[in-house]
């Protein structure tokens, strides 16, 4: 996997599936057809975005708030329109509306 080093890869081969396919059956989630690991450093702030596949969200250290809105909240929130550089994002600034 490019730019993923070696201790990262070794540690992200070694993980447990059992919990996460346990809450794919319970919850009625599809196939697992992507893996994606996002890493971040103190601070980053992610824009409001809706994602098109349900995740599994772990929090490894530290802390992060999370603020979740229902489907019929979407339009509400004015995404940006498709094919634009920040589609499925927000254009409304959660914190400064």
Known sequence: VAGVGPVVMHDFQQWDWTRVNTYK????FGPLT?????VGQKGVVTPCH???QHNFFAQVQ??????????ENHGSLYPFPMHHPC???????IFNP
């Open 25 to 28: 059956e319970v919850f009625g």
């Open 34 to 38: 992507t893996n994606l690991l996002l």
């Open 50 to 52: 809706y994602d098109e």
């Open 62 to 71: 530290g802390r992060k708030r999370v603020i979740l809105f229902g489907p």
């Open 87 to 93: 589609d499925r994002q927000s254009q409304v600034k």
